[in-house]
């Protein structure tokens, strides 16, 4: 599918924005043809392992650069994950080809637009468009924590699968993020350092501004990444002890329910016992209250132990 195309205000020209998102075969040769762009580095910009790079185009005039932005599934919990997103940015024509392989909310935004669509140049175009990205990182980390903290709450009470899913889920979607995070980080490190592009003192502040943004974006995303593997150990200790209170609890049920089978047994032995019990019509109520007896003095013995 490509979306119609938006017209850029720069400083001293206006740019052309063409939008494309999993385009069809077809499109990527149209798109190959009209613009000189190879196939291959069309179908590499939609690749969901593409890591984030940018390097000159040989086939025209221009630069390509490939970052990882944060998606969601729409409808789906616990799916936060991140996607391969590319600008081509053909200088001389004054166009910048975006591709990507599923439709990002990030892009509907009205503030998004405003800081896209009066961009100076391309490279301011997609300083605006990491710049954002790094704002979605954040929105998308604090989501994730407020998630946890959720199943935080639940480790009072009884720990069930689902719970362990999500947080595994949480922790994959953190691992995506921070590795992500990285990646746009060496490509911003590439891109200051790079001939192709020159700054003005502006578009430094800008690119200063980006930076800070990803690195915090990274660190937050560290942090949420330990506390979610200590809540892991957590519900894994919660989890082994509620095991042990059941076993201990089978035990003493098992210890109890033994002592009356024990002097059943004896009175039950085919030898003479040197208690006259075989025709007392009370015979049954004595081993009953024995057994009876023992089982509390038993239960009482562990309760002042605190073994339940």
């Known amino acids: 599918m490509i979306f119609q195309e938006?017209?850029?205000v720069g400083d001293a020209r206006n740019y052309t924005w063409v939008r494309v998102v999993n385009p069809s075969l077809e499109e990527v040769n149209f798109l190959s043809g009209r613009y000189h762009?190879?196939?291959s580095?069309?179908?590499?910009?939609?690749?969901?392992?593409?890591?984030?790079?940018?390097?000159?185009?040989?086939?025209?005039?221009?630069?390509l650069v490939i970052m990882r932005l944060p998606y969601a599934h729409p409808g789906k919990d616990f799916t936060h994950t991140t996607l391969t997103f590319s600008s081509f940015l053909l200088d001389d024509a004054g166009i910048i080809i975006t591709v990507c392989k599923e439709h990002i909310a990030m892009f509907d935004q009205a503030i998004f637009n405003r800081d896209i669509l009066y961009a100076p140049n391309l490279s301011c175009f997609?300083?605006?468009?990491?710049l954002h990205a790094g704002m979605e990182y954040l929105r998308y980390l604090k989501e994730l924590k407020n998630i946890a903290d959720n199943l935080e709450m639940q480790l009072d009470g009884p720990v069930h699968n689902q719970e362990v899913v999500n947080l595994m889920r949480i922790e994959k979607s953190l691992h995506y993020f921070k590795t992500s995070l990285r990646s746009n980080e060496i490509l911003l490190e590439k891109i200051q350092k790079s001939p192709n592009w020159s700054w003005s003192a502006k578009e430094k502040e800008l690119l200063d501004d980006v930076?800070?943004?990803?690195?915090?974006?990274?660190e937050i995303s560290e942090i949420y990444l330990n506390i979610l593997h200590s809540m892991a150990a957590a519900f894994s200790s919660v989890t082994n002890n509620n095991v042990n209170q059941a076993m201990k609890r089978l035990t003493v049920i098992s210890l109890v329910l033994?002592?009356?089978t024990v002097v059943a047994s004896f009175f039950g032995m085919n030898v003479a016992l040197p208690v006259p019990y075989g025709e007392n019509p009370l015979?049954?109520?004595?081993?009953?209250?024995?057994?009876?007896?023992?089982s509390t003095l038993m239960m009482l013995t562990l309760k002042i132990r605190k073994f339940f």
């Open 283 to 294: 015979s049954f109520w004595l081993i009953a209250g024995i057994s009876a007896a023992i």
């Open 126 to 130: 997609v300083l605006n468009i990491l």
């Open 258 to 260: 033994m002592m009356p």
């Open 41 to 63: 580095l069309i179908i590499d910009a939609m690749d969901p392992d593409e890591l984030a790079r940018n390097e000159t185009l040989t086939t025209t005039k221009g630069r």
């Open 211 to 218: 930076a800070i943004e990803m690195r915090e974006a990274v």
């Open 37 to 39: 762009l190879e196939i």
């Open 6 to 8: 938006k017209e850029i």
